[in-house]
């Protein structure tokens, strides 16, 4: 192989004890849990919204971030839920680039995995026990997950990896939330197969073991959009789409019929500024067919403090050095804005 082993990683066993989670801490995400569980088998019509960074770059950013969105989660409690994004780790297109915090926890630094997962498990952790939240992160790496998987309440399967058989299988032994988002070529017959495989028990290797999962009911669909052959951006969030993604359900068996819809990505063809109006116009839609409010249960979200984006390396903090982001002055008019429309 042409592999240079630099140094043997600790299990995910020993990292959590190095940074446990408290009792008390462990009860605020099981009431999350159910909360969030309550919207997607339909208890509840709350509308969520999966917020936050493009990727998490830098720790302290990232928790000022989430502190801002639970003063505004507690004056919208009634009518939304919010799921902070703390994304670890960022697909590359052509591989180059930074490849999120699991890689680099000091993005100005070299690559280092020790130190990533601790950041990972320790950004995760301090969101949880200063804000209550317990966040939503991309399932890149499935066997990274067992480092995360107690203080984790939500999960996305990207549009690279949904048709992937080990993210497929691994999301149907999740016991929260996993959205399978449609890949970049628009085929929601793939997504849907994805929903199809997460949601079914399995037999498969993970972490070493022998294991077998029951399936997951709450594995549900994410359209973010997709990409012509000529590369350019194409929506997938107008009207017709959602009902389209409802026929597919209502012709499938597949458990709790659920869609969160992507505002920014190929929908707004990566122009964040757009996500406001995207976003009505799904809420609109929503108001227009019983069948798409009963589907739609929320929206994903690409937020931070300062609005668009720079290259990593660059100095301005809180705003992405991934994709460009809506800054928080008209991320909060736009969770408002949402909460008086629903």
């Not at 590359?92 to 490849?99: F, L, S």
């Not at 280092?112 to 200063?130: N, S």
């Not at 116009?281 to 108001?287: K, L, V």
Request: glycine share 6%; hydrophobic share 35%.
């Amino acid at each position: 192989m042409n592999l240079e082993f630099k140094r043997e990683l600790p299990p995910a066993k020993v990292v959590k004890e190095m940074y446990p989670v408290s009792e008390k801490t462990a009860s605020i995400k099981a009431e999350n849990d159910a909360q969030i569980k309550s919207v997607f088998l339909g208890e509840s019509n709350r509308f969520i919204l999966v917020i936050g960074p493009c990727s998490a770059d830098k720790e302290e950013s990232v928790i000022e971030y989430i502190t801002r969105l639970r003063d505004v989660q507690d004056k919208v409690k009634d009518k939304i839920l919010i799921i902070p994004r703390i994304y670890t780790n960022k697909p590359r297109t052509t591989g180059e680039g930074y490849k999120g915090m699991l890689h680099q926890p000091d993005p100005d630094a070299a690559p280092d995995m020790l130190k990533g997962i601790i950041a990972i498990r320790r950004v995760h952790l301090r969101a949880l026990e200063e804000t209550g939240f317990s966040c939503a992160d991309e399932m890149l790496y499935p066997g990274n997950h067992p480092y995360l998987s107690d203080v984790l309440s939500y999960v996305a399967v990207g549009a690279r990896s949904v048709e992937n058989q080990t993210h497929r299988l691994t999301a149907s032994g999740l016991d929260i939330p996993v959205g399978m988002k449609n890949p970049t070529s628009g085929m929601l017959s793939v997504m849907m197969n994805s929903i199809t495989a997460a949601q079914h028990p399995h037999t498969f290797v993970y972490s070493g073991w022998e294991v077998k999962s029951k399936g997951n009911p709450l594995a549900h669909a994410i359209l973010r959009g997709y990409t012509h052959k000529q590369g350019s951006s194409a929506p997938n969030y107008h009207y017709e789409d959602l009902m389209f993604v409802r026929e597919l359900y209502d012709k499938s068996n597949l458990s709790n019929p659920a869609v969160i819809v992507d505002t920014n990505h190929a929908n707004s063809g990566k122009r964040f500024d757009q996500q406001p109006r995207i976003a009505k116009e799904i809420i609109h839609s929503m108001r227009l067919s019983k069948d798409i409010a009963e589907m739609v249960k929320g929206l994903m979200i690409e937020s931070y403090l300062v609005d668009g984006n720079q290259p990593p390396g660059g100095t301005v903090y809180g705003q992405s050095i991934t994709d460009p982001c809506l800054g928080w002055e008209k991320t909060e008019k736009m969770i408002f804005e949402i909460a008086d429309l629903l």
